[in-house]
């Protein structure tokens, strides 16, 4: 007897298999049953006809709960009327266990309700479908880097310093050695990395101690940064967009079904081709400014909107989807102001005030995927700003000693995996884009 | 001018090419020089002939230092001797930087003072070749993975509990919600994600904090753990088997290069073939009493041997040696004392005194790399276990859960990534296995 997949089982129509699962359904209509089994490659239904099997079996199946767990016995045929769908002719059940009622149903639960029972939750078609694609996406990135000579690199989680200042670092006592800090990028590392082995990316959990609860922040989530010896900032933004051509493409062939039943509108995934829109943040000031859209800043007696949107400052949601909403695909912004970017970016030699850095905004207002820049590759420059940005110089000797020994033009980006999950399912929040999400007011299950 | 890396070389031949790269090291005879160029994908011999160059170009030869960044350009040539190697005829170069003196000589360094530098260190062909062999074996587990309808499910990082304990536990404050623990293992997550998606695995960072300086012991250290529903003790060991199988001979077809390069012996590698030994404990004791191999147990006064070994011992690095050393394949030592192994193994059926899990010890004395079971099903037996163990009941309500909603048998396992570069590489020391090694004493750079 062939124990069987539900996602592999349009190869063995007409012969008998096992399936090992759950009832995910019953619709009982007189002498036949419905049974819906699911067995987290897919769902399909079952057909009892009490004629037809044992007296057993179909008491059997009138027991069993939503949740029970099963092994099913019948033969593979196609739907009468549905194209691609298929049936279980079932002819013998064993029941492993019958599930306690089931706290899920179908009527609606609050979010909290569910995110309390998040490892019964994932159990939802929905909930597959997302980690389905989720999968779909970090193959797919991991193929591609693997396939373009991307080595990779693991970098590590404790730390002795900030990559950006300690005050949204989580830190753990280190034996003897005083505190060790959560990364919050691999970036610092990757770069020594890609000056052993050219092209390098590290693809792994990264931590934020930040405090805010909005629908796209995480405490703990997963980034994927790739870093390349010799690229300036115009290679760096080429392979931006072959790269994301690539992961969305293969996404929707792979995972058409999962994307529709999250009903996706897969036509606006479509566009993701290159080239991409790339415009300055002086032109995207402009769409700002046309458009009308103030800066907002918090004052004690509220908020101040500030028009048009000054130079110099960076982008909130409003800005984004403003800057996004006349573009099918994503758009590059290129050549920030210095002194909203990180201390490693280099300037742009034309401007001083201009840093070489890229963000990634997403099609239909999903907001910023990536960061990215050409790294400051001269030894002085690099020293003074870690002196101006008052971080420790005499940790920073060793990401230093990069540019003491060969130092070579460089670059890399950063792309959060949630935020890209988020876009591709069209997910309204960022908690249900992993398994198990961490956010400041939540560490259970 | 087509910009082209040393790897793809065999490509080009007879064309002009340039390659970005360091000057790994330079030797001259009179009229011509040989600058050996590495660019992180391998390393290409240039030859400069003084006649056919402008005094510029062999003026810049001659000032080059060791990691000195330049582009080169030239014609691909043959080696007129050796089968398979590519020369570089160059004409023209250009010099990025001259490096300051490299610390890292020929000459030998002390470990300490090379993993003070690790950041440089990582650019010697030993340390390069063992981050390839580490990216193929990490590319080619998740292509057997998705090939094999796993799905990814990246358990959390932060977790309210331990899955075995505190003691060797790093913490972090999160919040107003008290302590997170940095997890050591994704299992218990994943075990609620195979009920959802029937096979999954969790590969990421996991985190020891056991003041131990072995040489095969991190305290952060990358971990893959498949967990699969309805799979019994003996349908885990199968998979093992063949995933063994399956990531050792690609990695040996892939990187033979770069295996050579360790001075690893690889027709030790060539007999990892299925079907492996699958021996009892009990059949493992035989052999060390056989072997005369005692338990030894530090007391006050020193050291005591015990013969002949106990039941119920778990083993040591010379009993690993002396079970392996009459096999030439990895050896699954199955159906271990209860006592000696976690609380969520399943129980033989047939023995309440042996627990399901299943060792594999890497052939050669290289000792566990994979250590896996059946997980308990039952509830009842499952909840006793937890108070056994004095486990905070309260904390596990909801891996009881996975037993009360549609239980079925099911069983994964956990392999150690950095054991196993160690294996496949033949290396001395745990230390090389990964970018950025974290020790007790250890968390720079």
New interface residues.
Partial sequence: MQRV?V?KISDYTDQEVTI????YNIRSSGKLMFPEIR???GIIQGVVVKSAVSERVWEDFSKLTQ???I?VKGTVSKHPKKEGVFELQINDVEI??I??P?PITPKEHGVEFLMD????W??SPR??SI??V??EI??TI??YM?DN?F??????????NACEGTSTL??????D?GK?Y?SQSGQL?AE????????VYTL??T?R?E?SMTRRHL??F?MMEPEM??YDIDDDMDLIEDFLENVVQRVLKNCRKELELLGRNVSKLENVKKPFPRITYDEAIEILIKKDIPLIRKTSNGEEQIRPFPWGEDFGAPHEEAIVEDFDKPVMVHRWPAEAKSFYMKRDPSNPKIALGVDVLAPEGFGEIIGGSQREDNFAELEKRIIEHQLPLEEFQ??L??R??????HSGFGLGIERMVNWICNLENIREA???A?R??R???
């Fill in positions: 997949s996602s090992n699962g759950w009832l067995d987290g490659s949740e029970s767990s092994k492993i266990q599930a306690e089931y029972r998040r490892h019964l994932l159990r909930q597959v980690l389905r989720r999968n970090i193959q991991r193929d693997y000579g080595i990779l690199f693991d970098t590590p989680i404790f730390t002795p989580f830190s753990t006592e280190y034996f050695m060790a959560l590392y020594a990395g890609a000056m052993a082995l050219g092209k792994g959990p931590f101690a405090n405490t703990e997963w010896a010799f060793w990401f000693d990069l003491r020994y060969g130092s070579v033009p992993i398994p198990f961490r400041p007011n560490i259970t299950p």
